[in-house]
C-alpha cells in the first residue's frame, strides 16, 4: 500500500471512537436524505411515468367536473391528433376504507394502445375486451390481494353507488420501475350503461380524455385547437400534456414537497457541521505533526491534502454504507406505504445525490482545517507539541 | 563571530535580526547576530529561557523568516528563498532532531525514519536499505516495527536522529535534544550526537540549557537577550 495511503488510513482510525461514531452519523444523514429523495421522486411517480405524446383534456372548471360522450368525435377531428379514449375516476371501496387503490373506467383498447407501459399478454387482453365486466389489474395490487384471473371482485361505488362486481381477466406488468402497478381499470361502457339505467341524467359523461397526438412538438398547437373548438360550450375545456396535468396533481401538495426537500438538505446540513467539527479537532490536535512533516520538508499542499483525503475517506465510506443500507430501508418504508406511494424505489439520480452529498459533507468540513494546518507556521506548530 | 579559520563557513550569518510586532510594539529577538558555522563543526547555543537561541537555530533551519540580514547556508541565501523553495531546500539538507522526538505516532520506527525519503525519487529497495543502516547506527535495528508509543524516550529520540540522518542533511539542527530525558539516556544521545559529528562529519548546531550537554560540542555560543556575548 503506498505511503501517503497508509498515512491517510491510520490517521483516520486513530481515534476508532471518534471515527466511528461520525461514520454513523453520515449513515444515518445519508440513508435520511436518500429515503427523503426517494419520498420526493415517489410523489413525482406520476409525472415521470407520463409520455410527451399523450395530451389530457378535461373541463375547463375543475376535473370534478366531466364533459359530454360527443366530443369524443370532435377531439378525433382535430389536425395532429391520432387517437382518443375517455376515462372516468370510480372511487370505490374494495372491502374497507384502508384499501385504498385507483381505479379507473376506461374506454376500450384504445386506451390500453396508448399505454404501452402497461404490458398485458395479448391472451388476457383479448379476454378483457371481450368480457363487459372484465378488470385488468397491476401486477402490485393483484399480488397484495392475492387475486388471480378469473377472480370476482367486488368494490362498492362511493360516486356511483352499488356494488359492483369485476371479473379479473388481465394483470398488467409495468415496462420498467417507474411504472404504477397499483391501478385498476375496467370498461367506461360497463360504467356508463349501468349508470344510466340507475341514474338516466348522469350517463353519457366523461371525466376525462387522454389524446395521442402524432408530433410531440405540436402539443401547445394542438391543445390550443382542442380548447378552442369547444370555446363558449357549456363544458369549456382545458388541454394540457399529460405532464402537466399530473403536476397539477403535485402542486396541490406542494407545501409538503418544498419542506421534505428542505429537511432532506438540512440533514446534510448538520451532519456537515459534526463532521466538521471533528475535523477541526482532529486537525488542531496534531498541528505539531503537520509542522513537522512541513519541516522536513513535506509542502502545504501536502498537508492540507492529508485532511482533505481523510475528511472525503470517512464521509465517503459512511455514505457507501448509508447508500447500501437505503434499500432495504426503502423497501420496508415503500411496503408500508404501498398505498400512498405505489412507485417506490431508491433511483439512480438519488444515489448520485447521495455520493455527491457525501463528497460535499467531507470537502466543506476538511476546508477550514485543511487551510489552518496548511498556513499554520512550521514554529508555531511546533509549540503546539509543548 | 567566527571561528577563526580562514575556509568558506558552511553556514555564514551576517547581519541577522529578528523582532516580533505586537500592537504598536515592536520586541527585538535578535539583534544584529553575525556567525560562522564551519563543515563538521558541532555549535552548542547557550543562553537563558527568551534570549533568542530557539529562534536563531530555526531560522538556520529555514522553518522561520529574519527580520534583517542575510543567512548564507552552503552559498545559498536562505532568506530569499520562497515558502515552497524553502520547503525544497530544508527537504534536502537540514536534519530535525525536536525535544519531544516529534514522531509520527501512526507510523513505526521505520516508517518515520523512511519519512524524509518519501520527499526523494529513490526506489523501495534502496529506501529500505538506508533506513536499516540509520536505524542499526542508532542502534535500534531490533525496534524497525514498533510505533512510537511502544518505544522508551531514549529509544524515540534515536528514532528521530535517525529520521534527520536519513537524507544525508548539509546540517543538523537539535532543539534541546536532551531536555525530555534522564540524566542516563541524555549522556546516550550526546554520545551518539557526538560519534555522528566525529565519526561521520555530521555538522551539528543545538540549542540548550545543560552545561554537560554543551560541553560535548565542539564550541560553545552564548546568547543573552538577542545578542551574542561570546
Redesign the interface.
Known amino acids: 500500500m503506498p505511503?501517503v495511503l497508509?498515512?491517510i488510513l491510520?490517521?483516520a482510525f486513530?481515534h476508532r471512537l471518534r471515527t466511528t461514531l461520525t461514520m454513523t452519523g453520515i449513515v444515518v444523514a445519508i440513508v435520511a436524505f436518500g429515503l427523503l429523495r426517494t419520498i420526493v421522486d415517489a410523489w413525482y411517480a406520476g409525472v415521470e411515468a407520463s409520455a410527451s405524446t399523450r395530451l389530457i383534456t378535461r373541463n375547463a372548471i375543475s376535473l370534478v367536473f366531466s364533459m359530454p360522450l360527443n366530443y369524443e368525435q370532435k377531439l378525433r377531428q382535430v389536425p395532429g391528433v391520432a387517437s382518443v379514449a375517455g376515462a372516468n375516476w370510480f372511487g370505490g371501496v374494495y372491502i374497507t376504507e384502508s384499501n385504498f387503490f385507483p381505479q379507473f373506467a376506461i374506454q376500450g383498447a384504445n386506451f390500453l394502445d396508448m399505454y404501452p407501459e402497461f404490458r398485458i399478454s395479448a391472451e388476457e387482453r383479448k379476454a378483457y375486451l371481450v368480457d363487459r365486466q372484465g378488470a385488468i389489474a397491476g401486477r402490485k395490487l393483484a399480488d397484495k390481494y392475492g387475486w388471480k384471473i378469473g377472480d370476482q371482485i367486488p368494490i362498492r361505488g362511493t360516486i356511483f353507488p352499488g356494488t359492483w362486481t369485476f371479473t379479473l381477466r388481465a394483470i398488467y406488468d409495468g415496462a420498467d420501475a417507474k411504472t404504477d402497478e397499483t391501478q385498476f381499470f375496467f370498461h367506461w361502457t360497463f360504467l356508463n350503461e349501468t349508470v344510466k339505467a340507475r341514474f338516466p341524467r348522469r350517463g353519457d359523461q366523461v371525466g376525462w380524455y387522454v389524446i395521442e397526438i402524432r408530433d410531440p412538438t405540436q402539443a401547445a398547437e394542438i391543445s390550443q385547437r382542442i380548447d378552442a373548438t369547444f370555446k363558449n360550450s357549456l363544458a369549456e375545456t382545458l388541454t394540457e400534456t399529460e405532464k402537466a396535468f399530473q403536476l397539477g396533481f403535485v402542486a396541490m401538495t406542494e407545501a409538503i414537497l418544498v419542506a421534505i426537500q428542505a429537511v432532506s438538505f438540512v440533514i446534510v446540513l448538520i451532519i456537515m457541521a459534526v463532521m466538521a467539527n471533528t475535523m477541526a479537532m482532529t486537525a488542531r490536535e496534531r498541528y505539531?505533526?503537520y509542522a513537522?512533516?512541513?519541516?522536513?520538508?513535506?509542502?502545504?499542499a501536502f498537508v492540507a491534502g492529508l485532511i482533505f483525503a481523510e475528511s472525503v475517506g470517512i464521509a465517503l465510506a459512511g455514505g457507501a454504507v448509508g447508500i447500501a443500507l437505503t434499500f432495504p430501508v426503502a423497501n420496508a418504508f415503500g411496503g408500508a406505504l404501498a398505498t400512498l406511494f405505489p412507485v417506490f424505489f431508491v433511483s439512480e439520480e438519488t444515489m448520485l445525490m447521495q455520493v455527491c452529498a457525501a463528497t460535499l459533507v467531507g470537502v466543506v468540513a476538511a476546508l477550514i482545517p485543511a487551510w489552518r494546518a496548511a498556513h499554520v507556521?512550521?514554529?508555531d506548530g511546533?509549540r503546539a507539541?509543548? | 563571530m567566527n571561528d577563526g579559520t580562514d575556509s568558506a563557513p558552511l553556514v555564514a550569518i551576517r547581519g541577522l535580526g529578528k523582532h516580533y510586532v505586537r500592537g504598536d510594539q515592536i520586541i527585538p529577538v535578535l539583534v544584529d547576530i553575525n556567525l560562522d558555522v564551519r563543515e563538521g563543526d558541532f555549535v552548542a547555543l547557550m543562553g537563558p529561557s527568551g534570549s533568542g537561541k530557539s529562534t536563531l537555530l530555526?531560522l538556520v533551519?529555514g522553518?522561520?523568516k529574519p527580520s534583517a540580514g542575510r543567512i548564507l547556508v552552503a552559498g545559498v541565501d536562505i532568506a530569499q528563498l520562497t515558502?515552497?523553495e524553502l520547503?525544497?531546500w530544508?527537504?534536502?539538507h537540514?536534519g530535525?532532531i525536536?525535544?519531544?522526538y516529534?514522531l509520527?505516532?501512526?507510523?513505526t520506527a521505520f516508517?518515520n525514519v523512511?519519512?524524509?525519503l518519501?520527499?526523494t525519487s529513490l526506489a523501495r529497495r534502496d529506501r529500505r536499505e538506508r533506513v536499516e543502516n540509520a536505524l542499526s547506527l542508532v542502534g535500534l535495528s531490533d525496534r524497525m516495527d514498533h510505533y512510537p508509543n511502544e518505544l522508551s524516550g531514549g529509544q524515540q529520540q534515536r528514532v528521530a536522529i535517525a529520521?534527520a540522518l536519513i537524507a544525508d542533511p548539509t546540517i543538523i539542527v537539535a532543539d534541546e535534544p536532551t531536555g525530555d530525558l534522564d540524566r542516563v539516556t541524555a549522556e546516550e544521545i550526546l554520545d551518539l550526537l557526538q560519534g555522528l559529528n566525529r565519526e561521520l562529519g555530521k555538522t551539528i548546531v543545538m540549542v540548550t540549557h545543560d552545561p554537560k550537554a554543551a560541553g560535548r560540542a565542539r564550541r560553545m555560543i552564548h546568547l543573552e537577550k538577542g545578542v551574542l556575548v561570546d
Not at chain 1, 292 to 300: L, V, Y
Not at chain 2, 104 to 107: E, K, Q, R
Open positions: 505511503f497508509r498515512l491510520r490517521n486513530r505539531a505533526e513537522t512533516m512541513k519541516a522536513i520538508g513535506f509542502g502545504n507556521k512550521i514554529v511546533l507539541v509543548a | 530555526n533551519a522553518i522561520d515558502d515552497s520547503a525544497a530544508r527537504a534536502a537540514v530535525f525536536f525535544q519531544f516529534n509520527m505516532p501512526v507510523l516508517e523512511e519519512l524524509p518519501q520527499l529520521r
